[in-house]
């Protein structure tokens, strides 16, 4: 509901089965799905928001969140794929720590990529905020495990942000193709960025980095509402100084890059394409 309130048109959700099924006895992710479809019909038929799903496995590679289960999760989520449509990606949250890196994930995302589905991980959550560009070791650290999920096939990276600091990195996302979901009021509640007007992202766009805005968990990060996306646009016009051009790629990429139909997309591309024409109070 508050999405369609903020204007959005297509909304990709993280859900994690193994978390809502792990105390269901015997384990089925039937119910899961049963409910899944339904609140995606009804957000549609209420709200005009069309709902699409991207199953996210968590890797800290133990008990209902091993690597083995959540192959059996990639499979299933191929499947919803298939036979409903509801599912559009794979991804994989999680700390990112030398415990955790996303190699044991690699079959996962062989799975996912073969089923169709849109491969993005979260990676490269960090920003080096040293004066002097000085290279730390967990930079070194989150651009090691970006570099880990580009080898195996990602599409889109949750976050990414910390390639903004190497231009080389960027590069390789440039010619990868791999769009960032950027986090802007994540990134400053999570003191990663000590402001809004720190924030890489208008250096990355400008730079031609595909990029998107996304809200990570707008709820935990006190937003107005449970959607959050508006507010992410308000913040890169109001706080970043980033123009109508730069907002309206954004939202492009938002679409290019995302599990949408292609009917969807080119009709959301034409609109962005409207808005950018338009003048005045139109535009705001």
Same mark, same amino acid.
């Given at each position: 509901e508050d999405a369609g309130i903020d204007g959005v048109w297509y909304l990709e959700l993280s859900l994690t089965p193994n978390s /809502?099924?792990? *105390?269901?006895?015997?384990?089925? !992710?039937?119910?899961?799905?049963?409910?899944?479809? @339904?609140?995606? #019909?009804? @957000?549609? $038929?209420? /709200?005009?928001?069309?709902?699409?799903?991207?199953?996210? @496995?968590?890797?800290?590679? %133990?008990? =209902? /969140?091993?690597a083995e289960a959540s192959e059996m999760v990639a499979r299933d989520a191929v499947h919803q794929k298939a036979e409903h449509g509801v599912v559009v990606g794979f991804g994989l949250a999680?700390?990112?720590?030398? +415990?955790?890196?996303?190699?044991?994930?690699? &079959?996962? /995302? +062989?799975?996912?990529? &073969?089923?169709? !589905?849109?491969?993005?991980? #979260? %990676?490269?959550?960090?920003?080096?905020?040293?004066?002097?560009?000085?290279?730390? $070791? &967990?930079? $070194?650290?989150?651009?090691?495990?970006?570099?880990r999920c580009l080898d195996m096939g990602a599409n889109r990276l949750g976050h990414g942000v910390v390639v903004c600091s190497n231009k080389s990195m960027m590069d390789k996302i440039i010619n990868a193709n791999?769009? !960032?979901?950027?986090?802007?009021?994540? *990134?400053?509640?999570?003191?990663?960025?000590?402001?809004? %007007?720190? #924030?890489?992202? =208008?250096?990355?766009?400008?730079?031609?980095? =595909?990029?998107?805005? @996304?809200?990570?968990?707008p709820l935990l990060f006190n937003m107005e509402n449970a959607s959050g996306l508006l507010k992410e646009y308000h913040v890169c016009r109001d706080m970043m100084a980033m123009t109508d051009d730069e907002l309206a790629q954004l939202a492009r990429c938002s679409f290019i890059h995302s599990g949408a139909s292609q009917e969807l997309k080119q009709r959301a591309l034409n609109h962005i394409d409207a808005w950018l024409s338009s003048e005045g109070s139109v535009r705001c």
């Open positions: /809502f099924c792990r *105390n269901v006895t015997p384990p089925t !992710l039937d119910r899961f799905w049963a409910v899944v479809r @339904a609140a995606v #019909h009804e @957000a549609m $038929e209420r /709200f005009q928001v069309e709902v699409r799903v991207v199953v996210t @496995a968590v890797r800290v590679n %133990a008990g =209902p /969140f091993s999680g700390p990112e720590d030398a +415990e955790f890196p996303p190699d044991p994930y690699k &079959k996962c /995302f +062989e799975i996912a990529a &073969k089923g169709n !589905l849109i491969v993005c991980p #979260h %990676a490269g959550e960090y920003v080096n905020n040293d004066s002097a560009g000085l290279f730390d $070791e &967990k930079e $070194e650290l989150y651009t090691s495990y970006v570099l791999v769009c !960032l979901e950027v986090c802007p009021t994540s *990134n400053v509640c999570l003191s990663l960025v000590p402001s809004y %007007a720190k #924030h890489p992202l =208008p250096w990355m766009v400008r730079y031609d980095v =595909p990029c998107a805005l @996304a809200t990570d968990d």
